[in-house]
T-cell receptor, first 112, second 109 residues
Framework: NAGVTQTPKFRVLKTGQSMTLLCAQDMNHEYMYWYRQDPGMGLRLIHYSVGEGTTAKGEVPDGYNVSRLKKQNFLLGLESAAPSQTSVYFC???????????FGPGTRLTVL | KNEVEQSPQNLTAQEGEFITINCSYSVGISALHWLQQHPGGGIVSLFMLSSGKKKHGRLIATINIQEKHSSLHITASHPRDSAVYICAVYHGSQGNLIFGKGTKLSVKP
């Protein structure tokens, strides 16, 4: 099992550009999450999904959109990147909401 | 005030020392997680607990629900334990994990 994978691992964008981060899990988990991690702050939830076709806002959803068209994939989109979105993005998944979460390796995004 | 507070923020220890990392929270919770973030950035879950104590190898996690406090202990610390240790709680009304800022541990040989 690959667990949770994320692509790409690194990306540099210019302000105003768009991109999509892909998260894939092969554990048949219902719940998937997108977090961002910034220096001096704890992980913060951007959006999450409780199953195929569902999405919900987390703590810091502004400027991001998500989609969960297939159970194993959770996409995070930035329509018009801003320097404030420079961060490390982690995807995670879990079988139940309060279960152990399994994290992807992270994507380091820099917006110039 | 942060809902999840960890102490210390940074900790340097000599190999072999007993280490304690503390986590205090201010909200009612259904479960608490301890996670480890490796120097390379990867995050793995160490423990999930809602009461009492759990042990895995040299790692021990305890929780006191009444005092809203949890501790992570590492016995016979080793340089490979060097990492950031993160406490996170499930707040019942929000239903999602709330993370502490982490404790950076460095174990010197």
């Amino acid at each position: 099992n690959a667990g949770v994978t994320q692509t790409p691992k690194f990306r540099v964008l210019k302000t105003g550009q768009s991109m999509t981060l892909l998260c894939a899990q092969d554990m048949n988990h219902e719940y998937m999450y997108w977090y961002r991690q910034d220096p001096g702050m704890g992980l913060r939830l951007i959006h999450y999904s409780v199953g195929e076709g569902t999405t919900a806002k987390g703590e810091v959803p502004d400027g991001y959109n998500v989609s969960r068209l297939k159970k194993q994939n959770f996409l995070l989109g930035l329509e018009s990147a801003a320097p404030s979105q420079t961060s490390v993005y982690f995807c995670a998944s879990s079988y139940l909401r309060t279960d152990t979460q399994y994290f992807g390796p992270g994507t380091r995004l820099t917006v110039l | 005030k942060n809902e999840v507070e960890q102490s210390p923020q940074n900790l340097t220890a000599q190999e072999g020392e007993f280490i304690t990392i503390n986590c205090s929270y201010s909200v009612g919770i259904s479960a608490l997680h301890w996670l480890q973030q490796h120097p390379g950035g990867g995050i793995v879950s160490l423990f999930m607990l809602s009461s009492g104590k759990k042990k895995h190898g040299r790692l021990i996690a305890t929780i006191n629900i009444q005092e809203k406090h949890s501790s992570l202990h590492i016995t016979a610390s080793h340089p490979r334990d060097s990492a950031v240790y993160i406490c996170a709680v499930y707040h019942g009304s929000q239903g999602n994990l709330i993370f502490g800022k982490g404790t950076k541990l460095s174990v010197k040989p």
